[in-house]
C-alpha cells in the first residue's frame, strides 16, 4: 500500500524571514531553483501521493498562483485560512476531504529532495506496520544549524520528550483524522496531539540520515544558498 494523500503546511507567514518575506510567501522561496512548496509537492509526487491539500493565508494569491502555472501531475486542493488555525487546526481543516485515510503533512522550511524518498518509504512501512502516528527525526548532530536544542528523544521507534532531547522533528509525519477526534478547539498546535501520543506511549519515530537543512531566519537562508547542495 502507498499513502495516496499529503498535507503541506503553507499558511504561515514567515516573520523571522523578513525581509525576504516581505512580498514573497516564505514556500516560494527558492534554494537551487525550486521553490520550497515546489520540493514539497515534488517529493509527494515521487512516493506516488494522488491527491494534496495545502492550507494558505499570508500572500495566498501567490501561492495559488504558482500551483495554476505549474500544472502538477497531481490533484492539489487548497484549504484557505481566513485566521490561522496553528499547525494542528491546520490540519484538521486542510484533510476533511481524506476520510479515514492515513496521510503525510510535510512542513515546507525543511529542503526537502530526491534523497529523502527512500526515508519516506521507510516512514510509510513503519506506519502501516503499527497503524500509529510516525514522525521523521533527524539527530541535532546532522543540522547545519547548531541553535536547535532537540524537540524528541528516540529509542526503538518510541518517541519521547526528555529534559534534553537529541532528535529534531525534521517537518515530515503520517497520521489520520482519528488522533484529532477529542480535539474541541478550532486553534490547536500539533504539539498538544503528539503531547498525549507520547503519554499514551502512541507516537513512533523514524531517524533521517540526511543533512539537515532548515529556513527558519534570512541568514539561514543565505547560508544554504551559498552551500551550494546537491539535489
Excluded: C
Aim: charged share 20%; glycine share 6%; no cysteine.
Amino acid at each position: 500500500m502507498t499513502i495516496k494523500y499529503g498535507m503541506i503546511l503553507a499558511a504561515g507567514l514567515g516573520k523571522r524571514m523578513q525581509p525576504l518575506t516581505l512580498n514573497t510567501p516564505k514556500p516560494l522561496l527558492e534554494i537551487n531553483n525550486y521553490t520550497l512548496l515546489e520540493r514539497a509537492i515534488n517529493l509527494f509526487i515521487s512516493h506516488g501521493v494522488q491527491e494534496i491539500s495545502i492550507n494558505v493565508h499570508y500572500l495566498a494569491d501567490q501561492i495559488k498562483s504558482f500551483i495554476n502555472k505549474k500544472k502538477f501531475k497531481v490533484k492539489i486542493t487548497i484549504s484557505n485560512e481566513e485566521n490561522l488555525l496553528d499547525t494542528g487546526g491546520g490540519v484538521l481543516k486542510g484533510t476533511q476531504n481524506f476520510g479515514n485515510n492515513p496521510f503525510f503533512v510535510i512542513n515546507p522550511d525543511t529542503v526537502w529532495s530526491k534523497h529523502y524518498l527512500a526515508e519516506l518509504k521507510n516512514l510509510e512501512a513503519i506506519y502501516l506496520k503499527n497503524n500509529i502516528p510516525t514522525l521523521l527525526l533527524v539527530n541535532k548532530k546532522l543540522s547545519i544549524d547548531p541553535s536547535f536544542k532537540g524537540d524528541f528523544n528516540l529509542n526503538n521507534e518510541k518517541i519521547s520528550k526528555d529534559s534534553e532531547n537529541q532528535f529534531i522533528f525534521t517537518g515530515l509525519q503520517i497520521i489520520n483524522r482519528s488522533f484529532f477526534t477529542n480535539e474541541k478547539s478550532e486553534v490547536f498546535s500539533l504539539n498538544k496531539v503528539w503531547n498525549k501520543l507520547i503519554k499514551d506511549k502512541n507516537l513512533l519515530g523514524l531517524e533521517s540520515n540526511q543533512k539537515f537543512y532548515h529556513l527558519n531566519t534570512s541568514d539561514m537562508y543565505k547560508k544554504i544558498q551559498n552551500l551550494k547542495i546537491i539535489d
